[in-house]
């Protein structure tokens, strides 16, 4: 399957689609969706529909165990944690089709998102896809529902309050 990043100076963030946000790190997840703005209603906020913690997290610093071990422990335990992200955020997005997915993690959450959400997608036989993946390899797991929205606005992912966004650095999926 193949993804792309928009380029500076393509078309504008749309107001009138919807956003599946998925902010991650280890140790916690937050799914958000923004819905898209309508007539003269107030602009919309991100809305944050599910939190999942990590409780295996511990597991991969345990002590007496050799490097390789850990390495596999850590390995196994960002997996499952990524695969129940993946469940998650596509829950959401079959509720709002068409929806962007945005993943903003750091680079390590990332390279275990990708799979995941890679499994979840791929055609009618697996349900509805998300129409666009778009990532941002930056931690903002613990940002509000407002602060994390004027991030991803100024990154060119959503569109700003009250008027679009480019997008610009966006990596995207090949």
Not at 11 to 23: D, H, I, K, L, Q
Not at 37 to 61: C, Q
Not at 123 to 142: F, M, N, Q, T, Y
């Amino acid at each position: 399957m193949s993804r792309h990043a928009t380029e500076p100076g393509d078309e504008p963030v749309s107001g009138s689609r919807t956003f599946c946000v998925v902010v991650a790190d280890a140790s916690r997840a937050r799914v958000l969706v923004l819905e898209p703005e309508t007539g003269d209603a107030p602009a919309s906020e991100l809305v944050e529909v599910a939190e999942i913690t990590n409780p295996l997290v511990r597991a991969r610093s345990a002590a007496g165990r050799s490097h390789e071990i850990r390495h596999a422990i850590r390995h196994e335990i960002e997996r499952h944690f990524a695969a129940e992200i993946a469940a998650e955020a596509a829950a959401v997005w079959a509720c709002y089709p068409p929806c962007e997915l945005i993943l903003a993690a750091g680079p390590v959450m990332l390279a275990a998102l990708r799979p995941a959400i890679r499994a979840r997608t791929g055609g009618a036989s697996r349900g509805i896809d998300p129409s666009g993946i778009h990532e941002l390899a930056r931690d903002l797991v613990k940002l509000s529902g407002p602060r994390l929205r004027d991030e991803l606005a100024g990154a060119g992912l959503v569109p700003a309050r009250g008027g679009a966004a480019h997008r610009s650095g966006l990596a995207g999926w090949q």
